[in-house]
């Protein structure tokens, strides 16, 4: 099983909707979660950092954390095209550092 | 505030050569990690410095190796070059060393053939 698990997608959306993005990890002991958007041939862009159970907003970005269930996801309202890209969920842990573990991505495509 | 700069961008290298690729954090980042990405195996991390000393290191084999200078400054090089390593190459600078904001940079595309 991998560490850090996405579905691959494509997650296709019309304009203007939401956009729902999950990761499950399997390591309990995980501490910081992050959203990094990635478009084709750039790096990754972080987006949102999540460090406690709740909700936490910026923008048309929301982050959801449940460590019991350990999931964490990203909502994206309204979405527009220009939100066309692959989305990576990734993960820190307990005493080391800044090593992030990153799942395999989430495409997503937001048709006009 | 300039972002995390990488140097070079693109290269072709033939195998068996090696090469070495620079990153220079965000200014006041102490801690540099080095990521790779291939289609295949997605993003995987290598290595991480802070403070000029090596916290963690990923699963990769010992012709992947990294430094960082002083100033922050980090250099990562790869010996005997392999079809496999052909890749996107990520430096990624955070402030501190506890797993807070980690940007990254624009990546070298490394070639190798």
């Known amino acids: 099983q991998k560490e850090v698990e996405q579905n691959s997608g494509p997650l296709s959306v019309p304009e203007g909707a939401i956009a729902s993005l999950n990761c499950t990890y399997s390591d309990r002991v995980s501490q910081s979660f992050f959203w990094y958007r990635q478009y084709s041939g750039k790096s990754p862009e ?9 909700d936490k907003e910026d923008g048309r970005f929301t982050a959801q954390l449940n460590k019991a269930s350990q999931y964490v996801s990203l909502l994206i309202r309204d ?34 | 505030k300039a972002g995390v700069t990488q140097t070079p961008r693109y290269l072709i290298k033939t195998r068996g050569q090696q090469v070495t690729l620079s990153c220079s954090p965000i200014s006041g980042h102490r801690s540099v990690s080095w990521y790779q990405q291939t289609p295949g195996q ?17 699963n990769f084999p010992g012709r992947f190796s990294g430094r ?20 996107l190459y990520l430096c990624a600078s955070s402030p501190t060393g506890d797993g807070n904001t980690i940007y990254f940079g624009e990546g070298s595309w490394l070639t190798v053939v």
């Open chain 2, 42 to 58: 997605g993003l995987q991390f290598l290595f991480e410095y802070f403070s000029e000393t090596q916290r963690n290191k990923g």
């Open chain 1, 46 to 54: 972080l987006i949102m950092s999540i460090y406690s159970n709740g």
């Open chain 2, 68 to 87: 960082q200078f002083s100033n922050s400054r980090s250099e990562m090089n790869v010996s005997t070059l392999e079809l496999g390593d052909s890749a």
């Open chain 1, 79 to 112: 979405s527009q095209p220009s939100d066309s890209a692959t989305y990576l969920c990734a993960v820190t842990h307990n005493n080391a550092g800044n090593m992030l573990t990153f799942g395999g991505g989430t495409r997503l495509m937001v048709k006009p």
